[in-house]
């Protein structure tokens, strides 16, 4: 099958050798998102920000797709601070609905750019 790249000017750039998301099928892989402002390419302040920020780049680079956060299938969370999870599940609820996404959530020691949060996400498109 070949491969679709998928871009949009309404999530940050990629800052490195890949793509926003690439299309295979019906499937659809979205790189990590950090709380890049795709306006400015700026990090945004603080960890309540970063994670509305994260979960808006996801969900613009989806709409690019052809999709929205409702086709994603598993989303995987990663955090400088795991005492900041209850956070990302708060703000989860207003991106996610029944029935939910298998999650991963996973500390890490460093992100890019200093990023507090960083997700990512595979989606299925309806056939």
């Known amino acids: 099958m070949p491969k679709q790249i ?27 998102q950090i709380g890049l402002d795709p306006k400015t390419g700026q990090m945004v302040e603080g960890i309540d920000a970063q994670i509305v920020r994260v979960l808006d780049n996801l ?13 994603v299938v598993k989303l995987n969370v990663y955090l400088t ?12 609820t207003k991106y996610f609905h029944a029935p939910f996404p298998a999650r991963a959530a996973v500390g890490v020691s460093a992100l890019p750019r200093g990023a507090l949060v960083e997700a990512d996400a595979v989606l299925v498109l309806a056939a």
């Open 59 to 71: 969900k613009a680079v989806a709409e690019a797709a052809g999709a929205t956060l409702a086709d």
């Open 6 to 32: 998928i871009s949009t000017d309404r999530a940050p750039a990629a800052i490195g050798t890949y793509s926003q998301a690439v299309r295979v099928g019906d499937t659809v892989y979205l790189s990590g």
């Open 81 to 92: 601070d795991l005492s900041h999870f209850p956070k990302v599940n708060e703000n989860m």
